[in-house]
């Protein structure tokens, strides 16, 4: 056992851990003391709030086989994932936290005895509305995570789902669930309670069905936040500091992400959160190829145009990360290197499938930090580049968004691609991006497209340089 006081304090360390852990990510030179930090403040918790059970026996019994379980089952999924798959399992890995919110809530409420918040049918007034709310925002966590999920496996549709009277209904399902906790508090019956959890997770799932693909990346920040607002709630109800803390710390973080990268894409965050954007183009990918035919090419003639360049900018997307092309890669930029060619990675916010995607994919094959640059920072480069060399990516460089008013990715920031004096697009076929939206860069005279498998075509590009 340990007491109360002492506790506190190591709460109070661990919450000043995490704080140094997201200063830590905040930069990749940073990034692996951060999550050091992050680790060493999530032990300190887990074994303060595990010596803190009441009975040691049922800790020994229960807390501890659950926890080595659920250790077990982490670390087994840490190590086997892909980094491919990484979106999906940060969307998964939410869904929990929205589920456990929701769990712990039940089992306040049901036995408040045991968390000192009162007895069924008399339980405190504030925890009440603590735990309404941490459980409210954790089933929309759980249910919207579970959507986000499907979409980034491939196993719903990425395309916007809509209907007439969406945004209303949406409203009502909000304005019902403030009504049942206002209800539950009255009358602390659990008809309000089983009501409100139900709605909850019925309006997390058509809050992330109207976003289309595009927008994934800030579905992902924007679930972080909510999960860390359902910790949050939870915390209070437990009157765990470090819960608190913690949920804090995720829910203003993920929001302020979701708010950087909505303004990076210039789009309003509730646009985004009511609807978002993603439809199929106006344009079929067939009237492009009958108007303007797309010149092809192999990996020797993307060896000759790259061997003659003295500068190239690197573009990687999310067909760099499923081809696992992001070493080939960085060997065939050391060969560039030896030929004195100037070469640059260029990244846009929304690249991938979550946010830092690409960042982490350069990393694991040791390209070197100050080579990355975001699309503010090199855009206005590519026009005086002989090269582009854009590698699985494809919304993210779209001439489009700056052209057409009618396309649903107008107005994001794309990034210049086209200005350079030639283009090298490799891709296994003219199929549209997640947003479903026809790639005009495809057909322009300075795009060649190299239709591979992204690791087979830069190896094969290694070879002939």
């Keep these: 056992m340990i007491s109360a006081n002492l506790s506190a304090v190591f709460y109070l360390i661990s919450g000043i851990l995490f704080i140094l852990a997201l200063r830590g990510l905040s930069s990749p030179e940073t990034s692996r003391q951060g999550n050091l930090f992050g680790i060493l403040g999530m032990i300190i918790a887990i074994t303060v709030t595990f010596l803190t059970v009441g009975?040691?026996?049922?800790?020994?019994?229960?807390v501890l086989l659950f926890l080595l379980i659920g250790g077990a089952i982490g670390a087994f999924i840490a190590f086997k994932i892909p980094m491919t798959a990484m979106p999906e399992l940060v969307a998964?890995?939410?869904?929990?936290?929205?589920?456990?919110?929701?769990?712990?809530a039940i089992s306040a409420?049901?036995?408040?005895?045991?968390?000192?918040?009162?007895?069924?049918?008399?339980?405190k007034l504030a925890s009440l509305i603590e735990m309404s709310i941490g459980a409210a925002v954790g089933?929309?966590?759980?249910?919207?995570?579970?959507?986000?999920?499907?979409?980034?496996?491939?196993?719903?549709?990425?395309?916007?789902?809509?209907?007439?009277?969406?945004?209303?209904?949406?409203?009502?399902?909000?304005?019902?669930?403030?009504?049942?906790?206002?209800?539950?508090c009255s009358t602390q019956s659990e008809i309000f309670f089983w009501g409100m959890i139900l709605i909850s997770f019925l309006i997390g799932i058509l809050l992330i069905i109207p976003i289309g693909g595009a927008d994934m990346p800030v579905?992902?920040?924007?679930?972080?936040?909510?999960?860390?607002?359902?910790?949050?709630?939870?915390?209070?109800?437990?009157?765990?500091?470090?819960?608190?803390?913690?949920?804090?710390?995720?829910?203003?973080?993920?929001?302020i992400l979701s708010y950087i990268m909505c303004k990076g894409m210039n789009r309003s965050f509730f646009s985004v959160i009511l609807g978002g954007f993603g439809g199929d183009s106006k344009t079929s990918k067939e009237d492009k190829k009958d108007q303007k035919p797309v010149k092809s090419g192999n990996a020797e003639d993307a060896a000759f145009l790259l061997k003659n360049a003295s500068s190239v900018i690197i573009v990687p997307g999310y067909g760099m990360a499923v081809a696992q092309a992001q070493h080939a890669l960085r060997e065939m930029v050391d060969v560039l290197k030896k030929n004195d060619t100037k070469v640059s990675y260029a990244v846009h916010p929304v690249a991938g499938r979550m946010p830092g995607h690409m960042n982490v994919l350069l990393a694991e094959a040791n390209v070197p930090y100050d080579e990355v640059f975001e699309l503010d920072e090199i855009n206005n480069d590519f026009a005086n580049t002989d090269v582009a060399f854009v590698i699985g990516a494809n919304d993210v460089t779209n001439p489009v968004a700056k052209t057409d008013p009618q396309s649903p990715i107008y107005g994001m920031p794309v990034l210049d691609v086209e200005k350079c004096k030639s283009v090298l697009f490799v891709k296994r076929s003219l199929s549209p991006g997640y947003a479903g939206v026809d790639n005009e860069l495809f057909y322009r005279e300075n795009t060649m497209m190299l239709f591979a498998d992204a690791k087979k075509m830069t190896e094969d590009i290694v070879k002939n340089i």
């Design 55 to 62: 009975n040691f026996s049922i800790a020994m019994n229960y």
């Design 92 to 104: 998964g890995f939410h869904s929990l936290v929205g589920l456990a919110a929701v769990f712990v």
């Design 109 to 123: 409420f049901l036995n408040p005895q045991a968390f000192n918040l009162g007895i069924p049918g008399d339980i």
């Design 139 to 184: 089933a929309i966590t759980f249910s919207g995570s579970i959507i986000a999920f499907l979409k980034l496996r491939g196993i719903m549709s990425g395309s916007p789902i809509t209907f007439i009277g969406q945004h209303l209904f949406n409203l009502i399902l909000g304005i019902s669930i403030a009504v049942l906790i206002y209800f539950l």
């Design 219 to 255: 579905v992902i920040s924007m679930l972080n936040s909510y999960s860390g607002w359902a910790a949050a709630g939870i915390g209070f109800t437990l009157e765990n500091t470090a819960l608190i803390i913690t949920g804090a710390l995720v829910g203003s973080s993920g929001a």
